[in-house]
């Protein structure tokens, strides 16, 4: 699977948007780009996933680049309670089935 | 609740000990993980199964380790002579068959270890 950066922490103020980059320059072009997210002392769960078009769901939004080459996590109004580490992950398809995490990005929402 | 859950929450054992995690699946997910994460982490793939078939390992999981989901629903993790080193959280996850391309992954709680 391609390697995922991202920036270690950010901050951000309740009731704006959260924009959460991710740079995965060696992606295939099979594999999908995952985002989790891990609330403290809980499991991660899943918040949305992509190919190469732009996905929105009740949860987020995900920005793909047109060379696929990074991608942005949108919370499009933070509260507290997406106070989180959220890791973006790539993965192919229906045949691979775990995820490779790593540090992630902790971020912060400041009331 | 039909989450992913997990038995016990938390488990402090002294060096030596052997000690036994339970995993219970989403029903009828035939898929199953098993993670462990360090403080700081993130979770770091241990194995697979699907059904009852265990299809993959990592290196992480050195012979003091062994997991099994013997009819295919819920699923234990077993660790002998457990040292310092073993102190995690584990995190058991379950997914349903892929049937597009993609499978999204449920977590449990996990499972808090502390080796003294």
């Known amino acids: 699977d391609a390697k995922t950066t991202q920036p270690p922490s950010m901050d951000c103020a309740e009731g704006r948007a959260a924009n959460l980059p991710c740079n995965h320059s060696?992606?295939?072009?099979?594999?999908?780009v995952y985002w989790y997210r891990q609330i403290h002392s809980q499991g991660p769960q899943y918040i949305i996933h992509?190919?190469?078009n732009n996905e929105t769901n009740e949860m987020a939004s995900l920005i793909i680049t047109e060379d696929r080459k990074s991608s942005t996590l949108i919370l499009p109004h933070a509260t507290l309670r997406d106070t989180a580490v959220y890791y973006c992950i790539v993965r192919s398809g229906s045949n691979d089935y775990k995820l490779s995490f790593g540090a992630g990005t902790t971020v912060t929402v400041r009331a | 609740d039909t989450g992913v859950s997990q038995d016990p929450r938390h488990k402090i054992t002294k060096r030596g000990q052997n000690v036994t995690f339970r995993c219970d699946p989403i029903s009828e997910h035939n898929r199953l993980y098993w993670y462990r994460q360090t403080l700081g982490q993130g979770p770091e793939f241990l194995t697979y199964f699907q059904n009852e078939a265990q299809l993959e390992k990592s290196r992480l999981l050195s012979d003091r380790f062994s997991a099994e989901r013997p009819k295919g629903s819920f699923s234990t993790l077993e660790i002998q002579r457990t040292e310092q080193g073993d102190s995690a959280m584990y995190l058991c996850a379950s997914s349903p068959r892929a049937e597009r391309t993609y499978n999204e992954q449920f977590f449990g709680p996990g499972t808090r270890l502390t080796v003294l």
């Open positions: 060696t992606i295939s072009g099979n594999e999908y």
């Open positions: 992509g190919l190469k």
